[in-house]
């Protein structure tokens, strides 16, 4: 299996910049999302890697060939390119039964009948779709269609297989299902895949890395749970977490090696970071994971009750604490009444602190909140 290499690329239609000056190592074997809203370039950088998009410049190498070199005029087509495409909206063909479907792209490679057979039989074993075989497509179900759609895709063993948001058309507990199937898929063949979502779940849930794009650029690259704990900048933490991370205006009141002294919500507190801050101007962010901010009756923080949603096993409440909204995830069920005044605490050392100015980073640590 190979290792994927993109060096600069840059895509622009007309004045529009697409995808800008990205650089990316996905390395064999591994489960690389591309995640991001909607026009931030995901999908172009997916086309493109597979050779159905062609790049303004840069350099894109599989397994140490280059496939797209701008300087050297070199851009191979996607049949050179030893990939498998998995399509949204699946594609298969509505007259072939299942067998047919999966058996259509062996036979369009000259492959010999009772090799095609043999393959045919592993691919509808390996996805558990072996009754089907003799079905035509209209006969599924939206999550057998698209196994059967996995299946073709794997047939020809493709040395990558590239997914274009192949969930988005099931409904959630099926989704759910299908992400499991998907992971235990990537370690039964050793295969490295590159998946598109805007989904954050199916990315923290599937990934090995996670490429995170934002209006064309990169804003972190990284595993899934580094992403989530030291986000790289305000919109990698606000877009990463359901419910997502609260975020507190903080003013800087001192420095001392590790131990930055500031004022939120009416209140000072000292912030320990866990390696020496990142330069800061006089204004940050604090970024509190809901998980961090239990509800507790010796809590430091008074807040007015807004709202609460219980989902069975947690509870998600939102708090006003002066101006500021503040969300806690409750473990069970619980309610409260609104305008029901709690106590709110800041704990553990996975509190991240940005800076007011740039929104990267600063530092991540733990918070004390001075009497």
Request: charged share 20%; with cysteine.
């Amino acid at each position: 299996m190979p290792q994927i290499i993109l060096e600069h690329i840059h895509k622009r239609f007309d004045k529009f910049v697409a995808v800008e000056d990205l650089n990316l190592v996905i390395e064999d074997r591994g489960f690389v999302t591309l995640l991001g809203p909607s026009g931030c370039g995901k999908t172009t950088t997916l086309r493109m890697i597979a050779g159905l998009e062609t790049p303004t410049s840069g350099r894109i190498l599989i397994d140490g060939v280059p496939v797209y070199d701008s300087d050297r005029g070199i851009n191979l087509p996607p049949n050179k390119r030893d990939i498998g495409f998995l399509f949204q909206n699946y594609a298969l063909w509505p007259h072939m039964t299942v067998y047919q479907n999966i058996a259509f792209g062996l036979e369009m490679l000259k492959w010999d009948r009772k090799r095609i057979e043999s393959r045919v039989g592993e691919m509808l074993q390996l996805l558990k779709i072996e009754q089907f075989g003799k079905r035509y497509p209209a006969e599924l179900s939206g999550g057998q269609q698209q196994r059967v759609a996995i299946a073709r895709t794997l047939a020809p063993s493709p040395r990558v297989l590239f997914m274009d948001e192949p969930l988005s058309n099931l409904d959630a507990k099926l989704r759910g299902e299908m992400r499991t199937e998907l992971k235990r898929l990537h370690s039964d063949t050793n295969s490295t895949f590159v998946y598109v979502t805007h989904d954050q779940l199916e990315a923290m849930t599937l990934s090995t890395r996670v490429c995170l794009m934002e209006t064309g650029r990169l804003q972190q690259y990284a595993p899934p749970l580094e992403i989530y704990n030291q986000p790289a900048n305000i919109f990698v933490a606000s877009f990463v977490g359901n419910p997502t991370m609260n975020f507190i205006p903080v003013r800087i009141l001192s420095r001392e090696g590790n131990r930055i002294r500031m004022e939120m919500l009416g209140r000072q507190a000292v912030f320990t970071a866990q390696a020496p801050a990142e330069d800061l101007s006089s204004e940050g962010v604090l970024g509190v994971r809901p998980e961090f901010l239990p509800i507790r009756e010796d809590g430091a923080l008074t807040a007015s009750i807004y709202s609460t949603l219980p989902a069975g096993m947690e509870t998600t409440v939102k708090a006003s604490c002066g101006e500021t909204m503040l969300t806690s995830v409750v473990f069970g069920s619980v309610d409260y009444a609104v305008d029901t005044q709690v106590k709110m605490e800041i704990t553990g050392n996975s509190i991240v602190l940005f800076d007011g100015q740039t929104s990267r980073q600063a530092g991540v640590g733990a918070v004390e909140i001075l009497d």
